[in-house]
């Protein structure tokens, strides 16, 4: 096994896909190893919180891209980035309720000593990692600015 988890759960739906010729699935998850591939190759190292931070901006393209294809009536597209959309959200944890990402916002300003916006880099530098595919950065940002503001 190797020190990537998350890569190795990949691997294992792709060879899963494969023997189940599902090609849509097969192909997103390729499309992920890929991604994966390429910045284990140009950091020369990859770990699980690495890999979800990119299974996560992945997300996040895909999520961008139905917005736009559905403002622009392109509900063929937009089913496509749908379904890539669903099997990544396969591979990330489990997602933080609104109530738990609030607590980790009041933890980290409580063990911070954050008062203000310009403290607002050290909470969320506190929050990223635990929240990390997870919960979207912007809700959180949102919260920060709220709790801080």
């Known amino acids: 096994m190797s020190d990537c988890i998350v890569r190795d759960q990949l691997t294992e739906a792709m060879k899963e896909a494969m023997r189940n010729r599902d090609k849509s699935r097969l192909g997103t998850i390729r499309l992920a ?10 950091e020369k190292s990859l770990d699980d919180q ?9 997300v996040k393209q895909r999520r961008d891209a139905i917005e736009q294809f559905e403002s622009a009536g392109r509900t063929d597209l937009a089913d496509q980035e749908k379904l890539e959309l669903n099997v990544l959200a396969d591979f990330l944890p489990t997602p933080l309720s609104e109530s738990e990402i609030t607590e980790l916002v009041d933890l980290a300003i409580t063990s911070t000593g954050a008062s ?9 530098g506190i ?23």
């Open 33 to 42: 190893l890929a991604e994966l591939k390429r910045i284990e190759i140009d």
């Open 50 to 58: 690495r890999a979800l931070a990119v299974l996560d901006k992945m």
């Open 116 to 124: 203000s916006m310009a403290d607002m880099g050290k909470v969320m």
């Open 127 to 149: 929050v990223k990692p635990q929240a990390q595919g997870r919960a979207d950065m912007s809700s959180i940002s949102k919260i920060v600015k709220s709790r801080l503001g």
